[in-house]
């Protein structure tokens, strides 16, 4: 993968920078701004270099110019993270020069998401060179991530470069033993990931609902909890092979219904009765969870174990956040729903690695190639 050193002399030269800034927005806030953060050192590396910068970004998924997507709070908020005043710019056909310009969202266009050369041209005409910091994008083959970097200088940005060499270091060459955590709703979502793990991890743990096809392929009663009917058959695949490197809960905490203030219900073992959902691991599991990451070299974790965003369920995933937090281990956390849990736990700073990216970092460790890195090798 070429880098920033790649890219040679960049005095008074222009970089279009294809960041991640699809953050979470509640009325036109900005809710979480942490993957604005993660791209500032890239972008004062280049700025450092004497580089313009032409910042590229989506946000959401648009069907058309609708405002609630416009980038303008993004761009608001780098202008006081950065020191530096970025212009946002609504129209490819007249960007202003300047320290920093920032298009409006690339999927405004409509050969974005298509990975339209002649949207790349244009692009690749407002600058002299490329860099993708966009990890959470770089599953996608799409214009501003892929079609340009073939029209330009290009070179992996720092933040994509260290989110690739750490999601590939663990599998390749982990400190062990390597342990994985892997939960949420559904098997399917996950079955590369647990099926990659379970080829190089020497401990695969499993929370969340989707624990619940390998229950009811055990012949386990689940009640009314949720249990994805096409998760059965890889379930009943990974049972067959994983031998006893995987791990399931040997409790739960189940309630009524997806709720708050459901009724709630310690199960000491793992059949849930009629009219009850498994909503959580329970305190057995979580303890047997938590010395596993004590003792690993090296964890990755992907996946809440249970309901965390109702405050009845949240212990299980807690308490696993709480242990990869103490962990002594390198400890790797993928993006999406388990780095929403360590922020909502404050224990965001407290992991080796805490990936920007959801799909991509599960492509990654799947062992997909990325469209969005393996254009600038
Ligand atoms: C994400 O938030 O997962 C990335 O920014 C990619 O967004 P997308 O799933 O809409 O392509
Ligand atoms: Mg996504």
Known sequence: MRTLDDLGDLGGKRVLVRVDFNVPLKDGTITDDARIRAALPTLQELQRRGARLVLAAHLGRPKDREPEFSLAPVAARLS??????????????????????????????????????????????????????????AHRAHASTHA????????????LQREVETLQGILADPRRPLVAIVGGAKVTDKIGVLEAFLDVADTVLIGGAMCFPFFKVQGHDVGASLCEEEGLEPARRVLGSAGDKLRLP????????????????????????????GLDVGPRTAEAYGAAIRDAGTVFWNGPMGAFELAPFAAGTRAVAEAVAAASGTT?????????????????????????????????????????????S
Not at 253 to 264: C, K, N
Not at 350 to 372: C, D, M, N, Q, Y
């Open 148 to 159: 340009v970097a073939k029209l330009l200088p290009s070179a992996a940005g720092l933040l």
């Open 332 to 376: 790797v956390v993928g993006g999406g729903d388990s780095a929403a849990a360590l922020r909502q736990f404050g224990l965001e700073d407290r992991v080796s690695h805490l990936s920007t990216g959801g799909g991509a970092s599960l492509e990654l460790i799947e062992g997909k190639t990325l469209p969005g890195v393996e254009v600038l």
């Open 250 to 277: 040997v409790d739960l905490v189940a309630g009524q219904s997806f709720s708050a203030d459901t009724p709630v219900t310690a199960i000491g073992g793992i059949d849930v009765p009629d009219g009850l959902m």
């Open 80 to 137: 006081e993270l950065l020191g530096t005043e970025v212009t946002l710019a609504g129209d490819l056909g007249a960007v202003p020069d300047g320290p920093a310009v920032m298009l409006e969202n690339v999927r405004y266009e409509a050969g974005e998401t298509k990975d339209d050369p002649e949207l790349a041209r244009r692009y690749a005409a407002l600058a002299d060179a490329y860099v993708n910091d966009a990890f959470g994008a």
